[in-house]
């Protein structure tokens, strides 16, 4: 039997996919501008993000939008059911969107687009002076929109909440106040370790980037990644995007002279690409069918990166087949090897950081992009406080701006309130592993290969849910209380013991 008129949330849900399909088209477009697109092509590309960003604007202002939005909301549906999820991320895009007149959001865009560009010659040529100027308006620019969307307590929470709902700096600054005063501590026991001597070897050698790769290959597919449903290119900076659920793909680098790490690189990657193939495909275009907020996505990238990808037992099962590979590896006992992926000692740059510094890395900029919204740091001054800070928090100061303030692109892309995502990322991940181990073995999983009993507890607990929680619920869910830094002290504390003790 067919009704004859549809419900309004019907109508509606039919109409957000649609244009869904032809917003998402963005990523597609963002996945060629990293990686194969030619230099000159930048300017009419903005153009093409800015027209599809304009017609998802003018959808969802639209008055048949807000009608239909409005009836389904009075249709009554169940707390907690995936129409009435959908129905409470609609009307949180729509708030977020009216907040924010559109010409502002078209500069954004606009500018940021443009600042990439000259970013990437300032750091080539470690010129602040050239990008600084362009910073200085994207952060008004980024504080102008922060007014619009308001907050309670502080700007910066205005745009936090963009990269993860209801999370406010406040409880930031308590879960890394914890997570800086312990990792301090733990990284003065490694550094007095180092200088008496315990010092992982340095893994030397050529490795080939076509053996590389089909050695990343090998490992993707056997921990689970569907090579049919995804690919793997070359990128400087690696990352995973979806374009549709039949095509998630990951982007990896490879160093001639340092096999591993494109494989942590390829690993994280994989976490994000997982994640998103778990999410039900029939879900695709409706809020719900989106993974749930950056930090539980970095919570699975760093999982299979860290929490299993640097595990004593992964490399059991895999050094064998990495030596094959590469036969000078023969030389370096397992043990060894193991050692140099874990090795921890501060550095300059936060994406060749490990584990333990890691979070320093974020916390510092976390206090720093804080400064800048809430205008208590002229950007200006951001140079010299950032060495500062540096200073302070490792104790070794950056000779180059390319390794200090220049080096991610972030900020000059606009995206003020993520860095924080990425240690919340840790902490979740820590946490996971901690709940997981409660139903799993997880070491004997790794070592006998049966990567489907741990991507099976991650595909029920959190993957088939997409965003049919908010957040933090979902991390509730999942193990049993809110984001808690302790599991991650923990965690790198065992760690520190087994290799520093
Ligand atoms: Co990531």
Do not use: C
Request: cysteine-free; glycine content about 6%.
């Amino acid at each position: 039997m067919e009704t004859l008129t549809k419900s309004a949330y019907e109508e509606l849900i039919e109409e957000v996919r649609r244009v869904h399909h032809i917003t998402s088209v963005r990523s597609l477009l963002g996945w060629d501008q990293r990686t194969h697109m030619p230099r000159k092509a930048v300017k009419f590309r903005a153009m093409q993000y800015a027209a599809l960003t304009e017609y998802a604007y003018n959808f969802i202002t639209s008055d048949r939008f807000v009608s239909l939005l409005e009836r389904a909301e009075s249709e009554g549906y169940a707390e907690g059911s995936r129409e009435s999820m959908n129905l409470y991320w609609l009307r949180r895009t729509y708030e977020k969107t009216v907040k924010v007149p559109l010409d502002l959001t078209l500069r954004l865009i606009r500018k940021t687009t443009e600042t990439e560009v000259i970013w990437r010659e300032a750091k080539a040529k470690d010129r602040p002076d050239l990008v600084l100027p362009h910073l200085k308006e994207i952060v008004e620019l980024e504080r102008e929109k922060a007014a619009y969307l308001g907050y309670e307590s502080e700007p910066y929470d205005a745009l936090l909440d963009g990269y993860e709902p209801g999370l406010k700096a406040e409880h930031v600054e308590r879960t890394f106040s914890l997570l800086k005063e312990e990792t301090v501590k733990l990284l003065n026991r490694v550094k007095e370790a180092r200088e008496s001597g315990r010092v992982p070897e340095t893994i030397r050698g050529r490795f080939p980037v076509e053996d590389q790769r089909r050695f990343h290959l090998f490992l993707l597919r056997s921990i689970g990644y569907d090579l049919e449903a995804g690919r793997l290119d070359e990128t400087t900076h690696p990352f995973a995007v979806r374009i549709t659920p039949g095509d998630v793909r990951i982007t990896t680098r490879y160093k001639e002279d340092d096999v591993t790490d494109g494989i942590f690189s390829t690993l994280h990657e994989m976490g994000h690409a997982l994640y998103e193939m778990g999410v039900p495909e029939e879900w695709f275009g409706e809020p719900v069918g989106s993974t749930s907020s950056l930090s539980v996505h970095e919570s699975q990238s760093r999982f299979w990166e860290n929490v299993i990808g640097r595990s004593p037992e992964f490399w059991e099962r895999f050094y064998p087949y990495l030596q094959a590979f590469f036969p000078s590896l023969y030389d370096v006992s397992v043990e060894g090897f193991l050692f140099a992926v874990n090795d921890m000692k501060p550095s300059f740059i936060r994406i060749e950081a490990d584990e333990l510094t890691y979070n320093l890395h974020i916390i510092l900029r976390f206090e720093l992009e804080r400064d800048l919204i809430n205008g208590r740091l002229n950007v200006e001054d951001l140079p010299e406080a950032w060495n500062q800070k540096f200073r302070e928090m490792f104790g070794i100061t950056p000779p180059t701006y390319r390794q200090g303030f220049l080096q991610d692109i972030h900020w000059f892309s606009g995206s003020f309130g993520y860095f924080p995502t990425y240690a919340f990322g840790n902490v979740i991940a820590a946490q996971i592993r901690n709940s997981m181990g409660k139903d799993v073995d997880i070491p004997s999983a790794v070592r006998s290969g049966d990567f489907g009993v741990i991507l099976g507890w991650l595909r029920e607990k959190i993957h088939r849910h997409g965003s049919l929680y908010r957040p933090m619920d979902l991390v509730r869910r999942a193990t049993g209380e809110d984001p808690n830094p302790a599991y991650l002290v923990d965690y790198l504390r065992e760690k520190v013991e087994r290799f520093y003790g």
